[in-house]
């Protein structure tokens, strides 16, 4: 088995509440009357206060080409990342060039090299640590990088794994694009990036750091994080992956001469809800369990339809997702980025006793679900 050994979680420096948000892209869409009321229904119903960008809203509501939004992407995203990663080591007391293996997940933007060739610079890591960019899972991404860090570890059980997901969707709205699609995805989407230190069964080590507020320096940094009880790692018991058939229209990107455009089809919660039960039935199995004896669900919150289809499918309340509705609330959807800040939020604020075993998922296009089955130590 596997373990996470630490995690730290960064937002970039402009925060706006969604009704400011709402209000920014009012005066930007193309809409009047009931139509712009309409439009802006979807801000109200998200469930969502705050999000964060990489820009202030006048910038984001502003038309770019393709290439000044992914010149953006590539400096913004590097930053964001290196913060992250650096707090993630630093509290877990681990240096860079002890990482053997480094997993980076992002589908808001693209670079060639990818971000973990920048990061091995940046960071100090090893000449020879192996990189694994994962660039077109989309949300389900920050599991799947779990899960594949997983897989190494079980072959290398004395190995290191850093994973970092950076995802700045806000580069990605389209003021001009008043599909139904592309007013969800106005709603919803967030910046924010997360960093998870993995170890092989053969190493021990127990850390969690702080929420990190980035602005070419980390703000609230170590001592906050110190003053707080640190939980034991969580052990990685094991991963399930299922694709739903015929389901790739349901989630993605468009990518046009502007830049990415969301596909996101009303039929997401019952495809998800119609298969979850037997996904963490069949997980929970790895663990020679049921799916009763999972006592807790660190789901990707990708919205409040999604999230409350799971609940129903799984017979859970609001406060069996309690973490998983707080990010949503306080981040929006982050994509691959959102289900490690529940991560995050399980560690800190929940830490269940030794022993409780739980189910980490997230969904993204495919349509596919990434499960991990995880043991509280």
């Known amino acids: 088995m596997s373990q996470i050994t630490n995690i730290a979680v960064a937002v970039p420096e402009y925060p706006a509440t969604q009704s400011e948000i709402r209000d920014a892209f009012s005066r930007r869409f193309p809409l009047e009357g009931r139509r712009l ?90 000449r020879d640590v192996r990189r694994l960019p994962i660039t077109q899972l989309g949300c389900v991404a920050g599991a799947a990088a779990l899960a594949r860090a997983h897989d190494h570890l079980l072959g290398h059980p004395r190995g290191r794994v850093l994973v970092v997901a950076v995802e700045l969707p806000s580069l990605n709205f389209q003021p001009l694009d008043v599909s139904v699609d592309n007013l969800i995805s106005s709603a919803l989407f967030g910046d924010g990036a997360a960093a998870v230190l993995m170890t092989g069964a053969e190493l021990e080590g127990s850390a969690v750091g702080p929420v990190v507020r980035t602005s070419g320096h980390a703000i609230g940094g170590h001592a906050h994080a110190h003053a707080q009880p640190q939980p034991r790692p969580i052990t990685v018991v094991g991963t399930r992956c299922h694709t739903i058939p015929n389901s790739t229209y ?128």
Request: net charge negative; proline share 5%.
């Open 250 to 377: 349901a989630l993605g990107f468009d990518l046009r001469d502007d830049g990415f455009h969301s596909v996101l089809s009303k039929d997401i919660p019952g495809l998800l809800g119609g298969v979850v039960g037997e996904l963490f039935s069949q997980l929970a199995r790895q663990g020679e369990a049921t799916l009763r004896d999972l006592r807790a669900f660190v789901l990707h919150p990708g919205g409040k339809r999604i999230l409350l289809a799971l609940q129903q499918a799984l017979g859970l309340t609001t406060e069996d997702l309690g973490p998983s509705w707080d990010v949503l609330r306080r981040f929006g959807n982050q994509s691959s980025a959102s289900v490690l800040f529940v991560l995050h939020e399980w560690m800190n604020a929940r830490r269940p006793p030794p022993g409780v075993l739980g189910a980490l998922a997230a969904f993204g296009p495919g349509l596919t679900a990434e499960s991990v089955l995880i043991r509280w130590t």
């Open 37 to 126: 009321a309409a439009a802006m229904a979807y801000f109200d119903a998200s469930g969502i206060e705050t999000r964060y960008g990489v820009l202030p809203l006048a910038a984001l509501t502003t038309p770019r080409t393709l290439t000044e939004t992914m010149r953006l992407y590539a400096e913004r995203a590097l930053a964001l990342g290196v913060e992250v990663a650096r707090a993630c080591l630093a509290g877990a007391g681990t240096a860079p060039e002890q990482i053997d293996l480094v997993v980076v997940t992002s589908c808001t933007g693209i670079m060639l090299p990818s971000l973990d060739a920048f990061l091995i610079d940046a960071l100090g890591l090893r």
